[in-house]
C-alpha cells in the first residue's frame, strides 16, 4: 500500500515539476535587447496635460529623444570621427522654448507641410479657406498645426528597433480643413543608425494631406558655427520656382547652371550669395527640388550632407516626389537655444520631404488629395554614420 503510494506519489511530483514554467530561461531574453527606452518629464502645458520626453538609444552610438508635444525630436546625439558624442539638431532645453518661439524646430508638419496659397483650395466644387499665418499665405497647417498639439504616445520595441507611436485626431474644419483625419506617425530607431519616420492617415471626408518632419541639422555637433561648410547632394534635375511669397509659379525649373544644382556633391555655402533671383525670393536655399525617382512612391536615397570637420553623414530616404531645403535663412540670432546658444543666420538645414507647396492649386502637381477609401502613407529614414 505505502509503497504504492510513495511511487505514485513520486509519478505526480515529477509530472508537476515537468509542467512547472522553466522561470530562468523565460525570464532572461535569447538575445538581450539592443535598445533602451527612458522616459522623463518635460514640463506641462497651460491647459495642464504633462509633457513626456523618450529617449531611445541604441547599441550603436545614436541616441534620439522624442517629445509627445508636435511630435518633436529634441536631440539626436551621435559621435563623431574622434568618438565625442554631441547633438545634432537644433531645439530648446525646456518646453517654454518650444511653446513661444520655435520656428517648427524638429516638429512633425501637418495637415499641409509648405505653403498654400493664401489659405484657398477648392476641392469637389467646394471651397476652402484655411488659416493663414505666413503673409496671407497658409503654413506648415496654420496656427496651431500638428507641431503645436499633444499626440498620444506609445512606446515601442520590436525586433526591428525602438521607437514612439504617436497618434493625433484632428477634427473636421480644423485649421478650415475638412475631414476628422486620423493620423499616426512612427518613429523607429533601428540599429544601423537609421530613423525611419512612417506617417498614415484616414479621412472621412475628402480633404488634402501633406505631412513632413521639420528638424532643423547642424552636423558640427551642438552647433558650433553655420552650415554653410555643409557639403550637400540632392539627386534632384529640376526644382519649383517661386514668387515673392515663396508660393511656386507653376514651372519646373532645370538645375542645370544653376546655383540649386546638388547633383554632385557641393558646399551650401559655395553658391548662396550669388546673384540668382530664386536664391534672392528665397533669401537663400528656401526650395523644394523635385527628386529623380527611378519608381515615383518608391523608398530612394536622394539627399546627403556632409560636416567635414565632425566627419558627420547625414542622409535621408523619402517616397515623397519632392523635398524642402531650407538653410535657416530666416533665423538672425534672436532665439536662444539649446546650450545656451543663439542660432544665427544659417545654424540649420532642413531637408522636408513632402508633396509640391501649393499643390490644391496646381492642375500638374501630383495630387494631395485624400478620400474616405483610401489611406494615406509615406515613409522618410534618416540615415546617420561618419566618413571613413
Ligand atoms: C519652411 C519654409 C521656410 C520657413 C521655415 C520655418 O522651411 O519653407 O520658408 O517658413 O519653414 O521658418
Not at 300 to 314: L, Q, T
Amino acid at each position: 500500500m505505502t509503497t504504492l503510494k510513495l511511487s505514485s506519489l513520486l509519478v505526480i511530483f515529477t509530472f508537476l515539476f515537468a509542467c512547472q514554467p522553466q522561470k530562468k530561461s523565460d525570464e532572461q531574453p535569447l538575445v538581450s535587447s539592443p535598445f533602451k527606452i527612458t522616459t522623463t518629464n518635460f514640463g506641462v502645458l497651460p491647459e495642464g496635460d504633462s509633457v513626456t520626453k523618450y529617449t531611445f538609444a541604441n547599441s550603436n552610438g545614436l541616441e534620439v529623444s522624442i517629445i509627445n508635444y508636435g511630435g518633436i525630436v529634441t536631440n539626436i546625439n551621435f559621435p563623431d570621427t574622434s568618438g565625442k558624442v554631441e547633438d545634432l539638431v537644433l531645439g530648446f532645453d525646456h518646453l517654454e522654448g518650444y511653446l513661444k518661439e520655435s520656428p517648427y524646430f524638429g516638429a512633425i508638419v501637418g495637415r499641409y507641410g509648405n505653403r498654400i496659397a493664401q489659405g484657398k483650395f477648392t476641392l469637389n466644387g467646394q471651397a476652402y479657406n484655411l488659416a493663414t499665418n505666413n503673409n496671407k499665405n497658409h503654413l506648415h497647417g496654420g496656427l496651431k498645426g500638428f507641431d503645436k498639439v499633444l499626440w498620444d504616445a506609445t512606446p515601442f520595441e520590436s525586433a526591428d528597433g525602438a521607437g514612439l507611436k504617436l497618434h493625433y485626431l484632428s477634427k473636421d474644419m480644423e485649421e478650415g480643413y475638412p475631414g476628422n483625419l486620423d493620423v499616426n506617425v512612427t518613429y523607429t530607431i533601428k540599429n544601423d543608425n537609421t530613423i525611419e519616420i512612417d506617417y498614415k492617415a484616414t479621412t472621412d471626408k475628402p480633404t488634402i494631406v501633406n505631412l513632413t518632419q521639420h528638424s532643423y541639422f547642424n552636423l558640427t555637433g551642438d552647433v558650433k558655427r553655420d552650415i554653410l561648410n555643409h557639403e550637400v547632394m540632392i539627386l534632384a534635375d529640376s526644382l519649383i520656382p517661386v514668387d515673392a511669397g515663396l508660393i511656386p509659379t507653376g514651372e519646373m525649373m532645370s538645375v542645370t547652371e544653376t546655383p540649386f544644382d546638388f547633383r554632385q556633391v557641393t558646399p551650401v555655402g559655395d553658391r548662396i550669395d550669388e546673384q540668382d533671383e530664386q536664391l534672392s525670393l528665397g533669401g537663400g536655399y528656401d526650395h523644394c527640388w523635385v527628386l529623380d525617382k527611378t519608381t515615383p512612391n518608391a523608398l530612394e536615397w536622394v539627399v546627403k550632407a556632409m560636416d567635414p570637420e565632425s566627419g558627420r553623414v547625414f542622409e535621408l530616404a523619402t517616397t515623397e516626389p519632392g523635398v524642402q531645403f531650407y538653410s535657416g535663412n530666416f533665423l538672425d540670432g534672436s532665439i536662444t537655444g539649446k546650450y545656451k546658444t543663439a542660432y544665427q543666420h544659417r545654424y540649420g538645414l532642413c531637408f522636408e520631404p513632402e508633396h509640391f507647396p501649393d499643390s490644391p492649386n496646381q492642375a500638374n502637381f501630383p495630387s494631395v488629395v485624400l478620400n474616405p477609401d483610401e489611406e494615406y502613407h509615406t515613409t522618410t529614414v534618416w540615415r546617420f554614420s561618419i566618413v571613413e
